[in-house]
Nanobody, 122 residues
Framework: QVQLVESGGGLVEPGGSLRLSCAASGFVPDYYAVGWFRQAPGKEREGVSCIRHSDGSTHYADSVKGRFTISRDNAKNTVYLQLTSLKPEDTAVYYC???????????????WGQGTQVTVSS
């Protein structure tokens, strides 16, 4: 059974940057993908980005294109999400998840991490 652990969240000023990590323990099949999601208080969980384990192809939500970058280190079984030009509306709990196929829809994923808080405020 794969387990995911997120880290790297914190408090950052508007315009700042953070790098989130999603470390996977256990075997991850090549046909799997890892997605990043976020959920702000009172809002639905929103897909941010995903990356395919096999070829590294990626997908981004329009709201983060050009600001966030997803990447992977297969040797470390870790996926990263680099957040730049952060805005107060990026404040949320960020989750990573793994499942079959790269999608920004939560229903495509069956294993989730516990989340890491990102707060953008001056």
């Amino acid at each position: 059974q794969v387990q995911l652990v997120e880290s790297g969240g914190g408090l950052v000023e508007p315009g700042g940057s953070l790098r989130l990590s999603c470390a996977a323990s256990g075997f991850v099949p090549d046909y799997y993908a890892v997605g990043w999601f976020r959920q702000a208080p009172g809002k639905e969980r929103e897909g941010v980005s995903c990356i395919r384990h096999s070829d590294g192809s990626t997908h981004y939500a329009d709201s983060v294109k050009g600001r966030f970058t997803i990447s992977r280190d297969n040797a470390k079984n870790t996926v990263y999400l680099q957040l730049t030009s952060l805005k107060p509306e990026d404040t949320a709990v960020y989750y990573c998840a793994t499942g079959i196929g790269c999608s920004i829809y939560p229903t495509a994923y069956d294993i989730w991490g516990q989340g890491t808080q990102v707060t953008v405020s001056s």
